[in-house]
């Protein structure tokens, strides 16, 4: 159990929906890292917050939006959703804002999303 | 360029040791060797990460080059729940805190 949770497990929406993926990072983690894995992308880093602002972008559409609340928690927002975007979405936390530099990062199990 | 490179797939036999290389011909002299495995419908989980020396924990160990220009994880005995894909990534100084995937090894374990 890396003690990183990821709610739901399980989402089936259908296209031009939004969702909102929620992710609670390991206790006293202060960055979250969302990822996205399909099956011909493999895993891609989507954006990075520490401490409630945002770090790093990555290949993140400007359909999909982040935050990290004061506890610390983060949600993924994404929306028009389109076929493409059934993916599992992966967050992870770490202490610091670069600690992957030097020390693990901390994966949930994913939410799998499938568009309909 | 943060990138490394890694056979697509590897077979081993249950119980016997199993190296999984990783080239990383381009690596400077601050970037650490990470890796991580993805087990199947799980996330990725950390495995082992070094800078020089070679490393040792409870789950593998590490065995980098001289030039560190590779590295090799060592699973000194295979199980049948070894059987994953198992990333090697470099991490570069003051290149922020997200981690680069790349396609990995698919590692398959037979009994």
């Known amino acids: 159990d890396s003690g990183v949770t990821q709610t739901p497990k399980h989402l089936i929406t259908a296209t031009g929906q939004r969702v909102t993926l929620r992710c609670s990072p390991r206790s006293g983690d202060l960055s979250v890292y969302w990822y996205q894995q399909s099956l011909d992308q493999g895993l891609q880093f989507l954006i990075q917050y520490y401490n409630g602002e945002e770090r790093a972008k990555g290949n993140i559409l400007e359909r999909f939006s982040a935050q990290q609340f004061p506890d610390l928690h983060s949600e993924l927002n994404l929306s028009s959703l389109e076929l493409g975007d059934s993916a599992l979405y992966f967050c992870a936390s770490s202490v610091g804002s670069t600690s992957s530099y030097n020390s693990p990062l901390h994966f949930g199990n994913g939410t799998r999303l499938t568009v309909t | 360029d943060a990138k490394t490179t890694q056979p697509n797939s590897m077979e081993s036999n249950e119980e016997e040791p199993v190296h999984l290389p990783c080239n990383h011909s381009t690596i400077s002299g601050t970037d650490y060797i990470h890796w991580y495995r993805q087990l199947p419908s799980q996330g990725p989980e950390y495995v082992i990460h070094?800078?020089?020396s070679n490393v040792n924990n409870r789950m593998a160990s590490l065995a980098i080059a001289e030039d560190r220009k590779s590295s090799t994880l060592i699973l000194h005995r295979a199980t049948l729940r070894d059987a994953a894909v198992y990333y090697c990534i470099r991490t570069i100084y003051n290149q922020g805190g997200k981690l680069i995937f790349g396609q990995g090894t698919e590692l398959s374990v037979k009994p």
């Open positions: 070094g800078l020089t």
